[in-house]
């Protein structure tokens, strides 16, 4: 009885060290909030039956700080047996003044291409109407970003090569 006792122990102990090295390296993230360049690709399904959209975007974001900013989208979106083309360029602005740790981002406009052929009915149903965003720029790793709101990570997004 005492051996599987021990056995247990030592199980229980690795689970809680594997853990607590996970969430200890989890908490250490270099910050770095200076210039962003990425790209990521955005796979969503939302709705079902009939309200079904689903979209496959590719995001170029290119984010400096006081100066113009901007996300660049293009994709298709499938939405009632349509296939429409999302070709757009979303212009930022934001400070690298980040005294609450989350940095204030604010969208300037949303300039579509010609080949957009995306709804705007549609486009309001996958775009924020919100102006203003507060997210937690972080560095992970050379080359590679997480960008977070403040329930979730939003965006994680590598270099550009």
């Known amino acids: ?7 247990r122990l030592k199980w229980g102990s690795l689970v809680v060290l594997l853990g607590l090295l996970f969430i200890s390296a989890l908490l250490y993230v270099p910050k770095n909030t200076s210039v962003v360049d990425c790209t990521s690709d955005l796979n969503l399904e939302l709705g079902k039956d009939d309200e079904k959209i689903v979209a496959r975007i590719h995001l170029v974001v290119h984010f400096v700080p006081n100066e113009l900013s901007y996300i660049t989208e293009y ?3 499938a939405y009632n047996n ?3 083309i ?10 690298d003044d980040n005294r609450h740790s989350f ?6 406009g949303i300039d579509k291409n010609s080949a957009e052929t995306l709804p705007d009915a549609l486009s309001e149903k996958l775009t924020s109407a919100q102006k203003v965003f507060l997210f937690k720029v972080r560095k992970l790793r050379d ?3 997480s960008i977070s709101d403040l329930r979730r990570t ?6 550009i090569d």
Not at 154 to 159: D, E, G, T
Request: proline share 0%.
């Open 82 to 84: 349509q296939r429409y």
């Open 86 to 95: 999302v070709d757009r360029y979303a212009r930022l602005r934001y400070s």
């Open 143 to 145: 080359g590679i970003w």
């Open 75 to 77: 994709g298709v979106v």
């Open 103 to 108: 940095i204030e981002f604010k969208r300037e």
């Open 1 to 7: 009885m005492s051996v599987k006792t021990s056995s």
């Open 154 to 159: 939003v965006l994680i997004c590598a270099k």
